[in-house]
């Protein structure tokens, strides 16, 4: 390790992480986001050993779904008496912690920064009770002139033709590209059920030792497979154990500073956790104009260029954190990173178990990842980020020694932008025949398969959505494979079989 008189002043570095998880009775003993996020930001000045949360140049917040601040990093700061210059906040999407990270590592080397503090948190499990028993919550609210910094690219990640056809949800979109990536790997759907439900019960292990887990109980494989009342299908093939988990009240916080400003907060060295590298990037915009549901270009670049930039490869990395909103999501990580689904994957128990408080699951992550670290269970870590559909992604490097120079960052879109697309044809230009790509059933509340969406490829390599809402063919679509399978477009875009 190198000695404090030989680091660079400005090398950014991570001093404390924290995280809270609130399990509240009723409406009146919850907790709004922002509280959350001070008590992990509490826990974070603890875990760097301070007496106190020492006051930030920029108080930075992931961007939130269960209540409408305006401005919630000035509310955050406002709740704990810390006197920024500046609040800000991410846009959206699960990539946006890590992209945080990357870019406030980037800031204080420059000098722009000496200090920030990272949150974010929801109080989703709150809010939709509150919503049930028509109760507004009297949640905190930002001045209306308070405007804070956004970060982050804002990416419209819903093509028009998908929204026309309800095709607006991530519940939706996911069990497409395991449909994709079973066909691809040639399992049968039974067979390929059984492989899915045992990677996600190794999850469910993890998070069954995590503290901050807000499921902690291992589930079987055959448990994870058995539709039921507890575990009814969503889009076919995932059962609700097998989707992302937003039925929760989570918060997580990160203290990142230069090294200078530690040494001077008198942090012990073994707290320190530097960011080697980072890498952001996004695959093309909308899922229609993806070359194959089963691939992921951007994130085998972009996690290529991250490991690159610390002089690394992927054997080298001990600790790995890969964003689990679906199955598929780690497939196509792990996959496109050149990682054995047979690995540890997971450091927290993924968002299923672990818990998915929309975009900020991979604060967590990162808190986990710097823990394991101090605790020696490795000397490297990687966590990927996703946002959207597959759609952007984030990767960070970790270890407890700094780099050798500066920390790197990159940003390959435009090797990405240049990368195969597929166009995509209107439905009244296409009428007739196709073949089904991938595809996926939404069922009902009840268990009951409702409407198929399909993803066609037609004889000239364009690709068209393909939709029913016949009961018959729906039920039919979730037996057997689908993946090759003719078809027939009417020219309002309804599939049917041929």
């Known amino acids: 390790m190198s000695s404090p008189s030989s680091l660079d002043p400005r090398t950014p570095v991570l001093i404390g992480a924290g995280q809270f998880l609130h399990r509240a009775s009723g409406l009146d003993d919850s907790l709004e986001p922002t509280a959350l996020m001070a008590e992990a930001v509490r826990a974070a000045a603890t875990d760097a050993g301070l007496s106190g949360v020492p006051n930030p140049d920029s108080v930075r917040v992931v961007g939130l779904l269960s209540w409408r601040y305006g401005d919630p990093a000035f509310v955050l700061a406002e709740q704990m008496g810390l006197s920024p210059r500046e609040t800000a906040v991410t846009t959206m999407g699960g990539n946006s912690p890590q992209t945080l990270v990357n870019g406030t590592a980037l800031e204080i080397q420059r000098g722009e920064l000496d200090l920030a503090i990272l949150s974010g948190g929801e109080s989703w499990r709150t809010r939709m009770r509150a919503r049930k028993a028509n109760v507004e919550m009297p949640w905190s609210k930002a001045p209306d002139e308070q405007m804070p910094r956004l970060l982050g690219e804002d990416l419209d990640m819903t093509h028009p033709d ?77 059962p609700k154990l097998l989707n992302s988990n937003n039925d929760v009240d989570m918060g997580a916080a990160l203290i990142m500073c230069s090294a200078e400003k530690a040494t001077a907060l008198g942090v012990p060295r073994d707290r320190w956790v530097f960011p080697h590298s980072g890498a952001d990037c996004h695959e093309h915009q909308y899922i229609s104009h993806r070359w194959s549901f089963s691939e992921t270009p951007a994130i085998a670049l972009g996690g290529r260029r991250a490991l690159e930039l610390a002089g690394i490869g992927i054997d080298d990395v001990d600790i790995v954190d890969l964003y689990s909103c679906f199955p598929s999501a780690v497939q196509l990580g792990a996959q496109s990173l050149g990682l054995s689904l047979d690995r540890q994957l997971t450091r927290t128990g993924g968002l299923t178990f672990a818990g998915g408080p929309w975009n900020n699951y991979v604060m967590h992550a990162i808190a986990t990842v710097m823990n394991d670290l101090r605790d020696g269970a490795g000397s490297t870590g990687l966590v990927w980020a996703n946002g959207g559909y597959a759609t952007k992604h984030s990767f960070g490097v970790y270890r407890l020694t700094p780099p050798a120079g500066a920390f790197q960052h990159a940003y390959p879109q435009d090797e990405i932008d240049a990368m195969p697309r597929r166009d995509l044809a209107a439905p009244s230009d296409a009428v007739g025949a196709a073949t089904i790509e991938a595809y996926t059933v939404m069922h009902s509340r009840e268990g009951v398969p409702e409407t198929a969406f399909a993803a066609c490829l037609l004889a000239d390599g364009r690709r068209a959505w393909g939709t029913s809402t016949d009961p018959g063919l729906a039920a039919a679509m979730c037996e057997g494979e689908w993946v090759g399978r003719s078809a027939t477009l009417s020219p309002d875009g309804t599939l049917s079989p041929t």
């Open 162 to 238: 998908e929204r026309a056809r309800g095709l607006v949800m991530p519940p939706q979109v996911y069990p497409i590209f395991e449909t994709a990536l079973r066909a691809a790997a040639g399992r049968s759907v039974d067979e390929h059920a059984r492989f899915v439900a045992s990677l996600w019960s190794r999850f469910s292990e993890v998070a069954a030792t995590n503290p901050y887990a807000w499921i902690r109980e291992a589930r079987s494989a055959d448990e994870l497979m058995t539709t039921g009342p507890q575990n009814r299908m969503i889009g076919f093939p995932y």
